[in-house]
């Protein structure tokens, strides 16, 4: 009865987990479902979604290109659409006409195409500022030189079109990638885990950036409503994690077999997360798996500690070399027991990430 005491296999389990949660809050990560924690380690893909996780998400005006009108007009047209949109995009437009001064309008009827682009009236106006995906989808066809340039170069180009037959023009924003992005890229796939894009840019833009990170595989041209449709379809193969930081991401891990969420990003997208980054840094999906394996371990470790000595122990203390004048007394067996108790807590506390 003494040799079998269960402190240690009682222990074993609750602390591993108690000292992984710790190492986890140091490590910047906010663990909001144990289970999806614990999933983690048996990961064979990452999907990321490019804008604000694996980019910085600081979009910036950097081409604008007039057809038939005058940049100012073009930009003015644009700015006053997008006034009213919290998008990176729209945000972006509006402070690079802010900067060269230029007097917003008012607009009206403005509508929100999500994943598309928006539309509204000025002076009476239908005017729109739309993705390739919506030109593409209307079936509008175009060649410009300067536009084919840009894209080429993967920056995300957003067009804008009057009465939603005449191009007005274009314009083009860079994002920047994370220095992060290519090193967690590079220790995911040293671990054997596939790494795939997801974003609802052109192929131009999806291209280059994941050409630049290396990346097994993207998914462009994404609708919002798709993006969780895309998971299931990996999930078929891998078992997947899903790192993402806004709205439009929320289905897409909810879907997927661990969600992990960027801190600065949506609360719906915190909400419904698994795990939370929460220093914005794409390095910390490798430390959340990094940190689940090496939790599974030490629980097996421990587990082994627990019941392996009783294995010897419990035949002794029956009596089973009782012939040959061998006994396990209480006391010694109390000593195993103490023993095995302490092993158990010192390996725990010996984790490290």
């Known amino acids: 009865m003494v040799i079998t005491c269960p402190h240690a296999l009682g222990l074993a389990v609750p602390l591993v987990v108690a000292v992984s949660t710790s190492l986890a809050a140091k490590s910047g990560l906010l663990i909001r479902n144990r289970q999806a924690f614990e999933r983690a380690k048996d990961l064979q893909a990452v999907i990321f979604d490019k804008t604000g996780t694996l980019t910085e ?27 009213n949109s919290e998008h990176p995009i729209a945000q972006a437009i509006v402070k690079k006409a802010e900067k060269e001064g230029i007097n917003l309008l008012q607009p009206h009827k403005f509508q929100a195409l999500p994943g598309k682009g928006i539309e509204g009236f000025l ?28 894209m080429e170069e993967g920056k995300t ?35 054997g885990i596939k790494c795939i894009m997801l974003t609802g840019d052109n192929r131009f833009v999806a291209q280059f950036v994941a050409k630049e990170l290396e990346m097994d595989e993207y998914f462009a041209e994404v609708l919002p409503h798709e993006k969780a449709d895309k998971v299931k379809e990996v999930q ?19 879907q997927a077999d661990v969600g992990i969420a960027i801190g600065a ?74 023993l095995s108790t302490v092993i158990v807590a010192i390996n725990a506390k010996l984790f490290k990430v």
């Not at 979009?59 to 006034?83: C, F, K, R």
């Not at 989808?137 to 410009?144: C, K, P, Q």
């Open 236 to 254: 078929k193969r891998f078992i997947t994690a899903m790192v993402g930081d806004g709205v439009n991401d929320a289905p897409a891990l909810a």
């Open 157 to 191: 180009v957003v067009f804008v079109l009057k009465d939603e037959k005449e191009l007005l023009g274009a314009i083009a924003l860079a994002d920047k990638i994370r220095e992060e992005s290519k090193e967690a890229i590079k220790k995911l796939k040293e671990m």
């Open 123 to 150: 002076d009476n106006q239908k005017y729109m500022v739309v993705s390739p995906n919506y030109l593409k989808e209307i079936g509008f066809e175009f060649y410009d030189k300067k536009i084919q340039k840009v």
């Open 57 to 83: 998400g600081k979009l910036e005006v950097s081409d604008v290109i007039p057809i038939g009108i005058n940049e100012n007009h073009l930009l003015q047209i644009a700015a006053s659409l997008e006034a």
């Open 265 to 338: 990003g949506t609360d719906v997208a915190i909400e419904t997360a698994d795990i939370i980054l929460v220093r914005n840094d794409p390095r910390d999906v490798f430390t959340v798996i990094n940190l689940s394996r090496k939790t599974y371990s030490k629980m097996k470790q421990n587990l082994l500690w627990a019941t392996g000595y009783n294995i010897f122990a419990i035949p002794l203390a029956a009596g089973i070399l009782y012939p040959l004048g061998i006994l396990l007394s209480p006391a010694i067996g109390a000593i195993f027991m103490s």
